[in-house]
């Protein structure tokens, strides 16, 4: 029973692997802790001037944010842009996403073509991806116009390198083991796909789809009000019109398709997964 | 004429891994060859270079005719379909039936489009049951691969490669995550699908016992070369104990 206190051998460089980790996380700390104090600093941040404002904002809200009997009449016309917006949401996602899956089977490690088409397919998707949607609808504007083109390409764009990028890892995940069994049966590529990659990874595909839905229903009110379309447009036109009780009511019904998107897509997701 | 052929095949991985060193044999119809050696030693690169899932760097295969590595996209299609292949973790696709999973060896066979919308004939179907039952699966035919123990999986893999009506089959590792008594019944469905179909074998294995049982000729191979090849008679321990490089004693196997 000596050898217990016999040291076990370890690789030299096991002892500073550990103290690299320690190493890691207090600088880490440190580096999160110096970023608040800059950005305190930098944007003059008062926490306490902060906080004190709440309560101001929450009564000025209450007070301006109620739909009053005006707001209410308008009801089925903010309803019908709602819906046109949700629609429109719904058709870019899944325009996206075919185009997406499509792009990113040149993109896995499982059925790229060859690496450099892969490397180049990811940096595509990473360049749509990284431009956020608003931004996308600012460079749009130019040469579309106030449209609901603009709109729909900034959304299309970045859902697609999103989804891209998703997609890829997804596929490398759930289906590199049956593809590789598939294409030892003698296979082709495109079979490979339609009855490995597609069946096995469906299910998460659906879900990133479900979620990109929810998020550019969300996106596309905020494209709305630059590109003068939709419940966007509705909002910023109440709202530049001090019409608070009408703007407040295009609110309310965001939130709640939002949720009720969110609630419906949690009711597939657990249906297919 | 051997049915596969691999002449002084060598192959390196991203120009720095050596994993096959000058490897030349020859395997004759209705063999049944088992490949041992350590881990690492390059037995599932072999079993690759056949099928073309890996291309040799030098060095030529014939398989059933072909020169593999002169093969085109065509030819390649034409060889995978002769060669079954079945993977330590059964590589179905989990998430369709058993059935489904089967009949993904007609692919080989089929034009794009029908195997793209996984169209398949009476005939292909009446096959693919006879086959799940010769495995004891019919029961199993329309559950869900996920649903499956790991005996069951692999014997779906095994359906699936009949299902190729193959030459050769291409077992890597194909009990290594299975306990005993599953393993035995892979062994001898395969030993059986050698016997009775005269369907020729080549296996990795881990276990050295199972290799000696099943096995009518061995090969090790350490470190990227052949160094036995022959029946498992002739195996002797001190062979075993240079093909594991290690000391006597370090190897728990209870043979000879
Ligand atoms: N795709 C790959 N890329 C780079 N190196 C690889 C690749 N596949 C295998 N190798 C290397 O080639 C050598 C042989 O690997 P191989 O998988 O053929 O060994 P093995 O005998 O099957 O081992 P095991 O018993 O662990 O499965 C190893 O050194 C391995 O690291
Ligand atoms: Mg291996």
Redesign the interface.
């Known amino acids: 029973m000596d050898k217990t206190t016999e040291k076990a051998p370890r690789p030299n460089n096991q002892t500073s692997v550990f103290v690299q980790r320690k190493r890691t996380f207090t600088l880490a700390f440190l580096g999160v802790a110096a970023l608040f104090v800059v950005s305190a600093v930098v944007t003059n941040y008062e926490i306490i001037g902060g906080l004190e404002s709440i309560p101001k904002a929450v009564i000025w809200m209450a007070q301006h944010f109620v739909p009053n009997a005006k707001a209410w009449s308008r009801l089925p016309y903010i309803l019908s842009k709602l819906v046109e917006t949700a629609l429109v949401s719904v058709a870019v996602t899944v325009c996206a996403a075919i185009c997406a899956f499509f792009f990113s089977l040149l993109g896995t490690k499982t059925t790229r073509t060859a690496p450099w088409i892969a490397r180049i397919v990811r940096i595509i998707a990473a360049f749509f991806r990284n431009v956020p949607d608003v931004v996308w609808a600012i460079l749009l504007l130019f040469s579309f116009g106030q449209n609901i083109l603009t709109g729909f390409f900034a959304l299309f764009f970045s859902t697609f390198g999103m989804l891209t990028r998703t997609f890829i890892e997804t596929i490398d995940e759930v289906s590199a083991s049956c593809v590789e069994a598939l294409y030892a049966t003698g296979a082709t590529s495109l079979q490979t796909v339609f009855n490995g990659v597609i069946p096995s990874s469906l299910p998460e595909i659906v879900s990133w789809v479900l979620y990109m839905i929810e998020t550019n229903i969300r996106s596309s009110t905020l494209i709305g009000i630059l590109t003068a379309t939709g419940i966007g447009y509705l909002f910023d036109l109440y709202y530049k019109r001090m019409d608070y009780s009408s703007a407040s009511l295009v609110v309310i019904s965001i939130v709640i398709l939002v949720i009720a998107i969110e609630i419906l897509s949690n009711k597939i997701r657990k249906v297919i997964m | 004429m051997p049915i596969l052929e691999f002449k002084n095949v060598s192959k390196v991985y991203n120009n720095i891994t050596k994993a096959l060193t000058d490897i030349s044999f020859s395997v004759y119809e209705g063999e049944f060859v088992s490949i041992i050696g350590p881990s690492g030693s390059g037995k599932s690169t072999i079993l690759r270079c056949i099928?073309r899932?890996v291309d040799v760097t030098q060095g030529s295969i014939i398989f059933d005719g072909h020169d593999i590595n002169k093969a085109d996209k065509k030819e390649?299609?034409?060889?995978?379909?002769k060669?079954?292949?079945i993977?330590q973790?059964y590589?179905?696709?989990?998430?369709?039936s058993v059935i489904?999973n089967v009949l993904?060896?007609r692919?080989?066979?089929?034009s794009?489009m029908s195997?793209?919308?996984?169209h398949y004939t009476e005939e292909e179907k009446e096959k693919a049951f006879q086959i799940l039952a010769m495995l004891g699966l019919t029961e199993q035919a329309y559950k869900r691969c996920d649903e499956l123990s790991g005996g069951q999986k692999q014997r779906v893999?095994i359906a699936?490669?009949l299902m190729?009506e193959p030459r050769l089959i291409l077992c890597d590792e194909p009990i290594a995550s299975l306990d005993p008594s599953s393993s035995k019944i892979i062994m001898d469905h395969l030993s059986d699908i050698n016997e009775t179909m005269k369907i020729t074998c080549i296996a990795n294995l881990h276990q050295v016992d199972v290799a000696l049982k099943y096995a009518k000729r061995i090969i090790g191979i350490t470190a990227g070369q052949i160094v036995y090849d022959g029946p498992p008679e002739k195996l002797t321990r001190s062979k075993i104990y240079e093909i594991y490089q290690s000391d006597e004693g370090e190897l728990i196997t209870d043979v000879k």
Not at chain 2, 91 to 96: A, E, P, S, T
Not at chain 2, 115 to 118: E, H, L, Q
């Open positions: 099928n899932l390649i299609r034409q060889v995978r379909k060669a079954g292949m993977f973790h590589n179905l696709v989990d998430r369709l489904e993904h060896g692919l080989g066979y089929k794009v195997g793209v919308i996984g893999g699936r490669s190729q």
